[in-house]
């Protein structure tokens, strides 16, 4: 399969809607949310949704996404300059082919150019599949204590560093 990536904008609403219900089937517990409750949004409550934060899709050509993974700022207000990556999925049939590392890494360039140093992640503890992931795209458990999300189901939190923040960067200038 040729990888394509392309960004889920208001316009593919219809796109997201229908990879966020296969999500939503397929592992109800990683996401906290209902797919009943969400299969009774409207196309313009996903389109605000997409208009919100950064999403991202790949397979085989635009209209058809095997997966799709998102990044927003704002959680953290005390932390301005850390990113979140959210919605991470891969349909089971296109697992193990790299479409996740793809956009792992595009979200890592969007959220550098828009000024984050850092993006972090909750994920299953048990989840070893997902660790491996992101431990391949550079992301590391933080030590915090686990988390229980809204399926009631334990998280841990890991981060990655984009690059240096600003006033390292700018002592390395001076030296």
Known sequence: MTLRLWQLTPDRAQEWCDIRQRALRDSPAAFGADAGAEAELSLS????????????AAGPEPGQPLAVAGWETGISPAEPDLGWIGSVFVDPQARGQGLAD????????RAARAGMTRLGLHVAHDNHFAHALYFRAGFVATGNPPMLNAAGQWEIEMRRMLRPPLLVRLRALRA
């Not at 793809?102 to 360039?109: G, K, P, S, V, Y």
């Open 45 to 56: 409550d996903h389109a605000a949704r997409l208009a919100a934060c950064d999403i991202w």
């Open 102 to 109: 793809a956009i792992l890494a595009r979200l890592a360039q």
